[in-house]
T-cell receptor
Framework: AQKITQTQPGMFVQEKEAVTLDCTYD???????LFWYKQPSSGEMIFLIY??????QNATEGRYSLNFQKARKSANLVISASQLGDSAMYFC??????????????FGKGTKLSVKP | NAGVTQTPKFQVLKTGQSMTLQCAQD?????MYWYRQDPGMGLRLIYY???????DKGEVPNGYNVSRLNKREFSLRLESAAPSQTSVYFC?????????????FGDGTRLSIL
């Protein structure tokens, strides 16, 4: 079973509008972390935002916020006021626990976001 | 302001040839990682080094070897390249493996095996 599921292979959004990218995860570990990365067409991986399983509040970083719904095991990325430069692949990733084989990141397959002018 | 540096950026190999991908970080991170990215697959972990002197297999280690040369450098070796190893390879580092600190990635190496 996939640990990280991103159900939207591709999405379009109008410039200046908000967009939500979906991510669901599967773990039985009470301690885990969720990350979002952006990969523009140039290929580099850019860290956007992090949410820990024990964090009480949803994480925010500028125009990025993470809609964390623990009971539903979802960690959706919300981008407000989309810009043309937001066009990229977006990857959700999870780190389970801290020890042994845990502690490594498991990535979803990504969502390609296209921002229309 | 280098962060994680990978060399080379592009490489074409013939089946059966060997090569080493180099990675160095200047952030004094303890943990380093090698991933491969294939179309539609996201990133998959090949090997990681939780700290200097240790290395462990990730999800897809077959056909690869690694060396943690020192705290800064972590290399990935293909002993006998196969077309199935055509991919984009990313090196990453983080302060510690199990922390909430993000992994920082290099720009990737695009490897084609004919």
């Amino acid at each position: 079973a996939q640990k990280i599921t991103q159900t939207q292979p591709g999405m379009f959004v109008q410039e200046k509008e908000a967009v939500t990218l979906d991510c669901t995860y599967d773990t039985s570990d009470p301690s885990y972390g969720l990350f979002w990365y952006k990969q523009p067409s140039s290929g580099e991986m850019i860290f956007l935002i992090y949410q820990g399983s024990y964090d009480q509040q949803n994480a925010t970083e500028g125009r990025y916020s993470l809609n964390f719904q623990k009971a539903r095991k979802s960690a959706n990325l919300v981008i407000s006021a989309s810009q043309l430069g937001d066009s990229a692949m977006y990857f959700c990733a999870m780190r389970e626990g801290y020890g042994g084989s845990q502690g490594n990141l498991i990535f979803g397959k990504g969502t390609k976001l296209s921002v229309k002018p | 302001n280098a962060g994680v540096t990978q060399t080379p950026k592009f490489q074409v190999l013939k089946t059966g040839q060997s090569m080493t991908l180099q990675c160095a970080q200047d952030m004094n991170h303890n943990s380093m990682y090698w991933y491969r990215q294939d179309p539609g697959m996201g990133l998959r972990l090949i090997y990681y080094s939780a700290s200097e002197g240790t290395t462990d297999k990730g999800e897809v280690p077959n056909g690869y070897n690694v060396s943690r040369l020192n705290k800064r450098e972590f290399s990935l070796r293909l002993e006998s390249a196969a077309p199935s190893q055509t991919s984009v390879y990313f090196c990453a580092s983080s302060p510690y493996r199990g922390s909430g600190q993000p992994q920082h990635f290099g720009d990737g190496t695009r490897l084609s095996i004919l």
